[in-house]
């Protein structure tokens, strides 16, 4: 992988939630819910990537999974890839957002219908929801 790419995470919980982190900047994306995640950096893999990021936005550690099917290309040309992943140490904190909530299917709808899910990050809803209800 390379810096083209840019890795977030679906990261799920036993009882039917995902964890969802509200951007503070820029200000097109501020106050939108999405799956944290960064940059991948040049020798790392998407799940070194995801990990590194996790750490340093929400000061958990995690294991990854498997891949959402669906991937976005941003217009930026950075292709954007999701991950599922559970925490295994840590309890989340907003080090890098201006929050994060644990929400369950129906209020990930209700956010969507909001209008406040990143417009990229809305590709993977289906499957999110498709994920959550299963739980
Ligand atoms: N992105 C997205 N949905 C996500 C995560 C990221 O659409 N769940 C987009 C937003 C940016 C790009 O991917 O266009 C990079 O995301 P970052 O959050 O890493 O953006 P930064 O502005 O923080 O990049 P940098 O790491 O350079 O500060």
Do not use: F
């Not at 990261?11 to 991948?40: F, H, M, T």
């Not at 925490?87 to 369950?104: L, N």
């Not at 299917?105 to 499957?127: F, I, S, T």
């Amino acid at each position: 992988m390379s810096a083209t790419t840019v890795v977030a995470g679906a990261i799920l919980s036993d009882d039917g939630r995902i964890l969802l982190a509200q951007r503070a900047y820029p200000p097109e994306l501020a106050g939108l819910w999405e799956l944290p995640g960064g940059k991948v950096e040049p020798g790392e893999t998407l799940a070194d990537a995801l990990v590194r990021e996790l750490c340093e936005e929400l000061n958990v550690r995690v294991e990854v999974g498997d891949r959402l099917a669906v991937a976005v290309t941003l217009e930026s040309g950075l292709e954007l890839i999701a991950l599922r992943a559970t925490i295994v140490d840590g309890t989340p904190t907003a080090a890098e957002h201006r929050m994060i909530e644990w929400v369950d299917a129906e209020r990930l709808r209700a956010l969507d219908q909001a209008g406040a899910v990143v417009p990229n990050d809305r590709e993977w809803l289906p499957e999110i929801l498709a994920d959550l209800l299963e739980r």
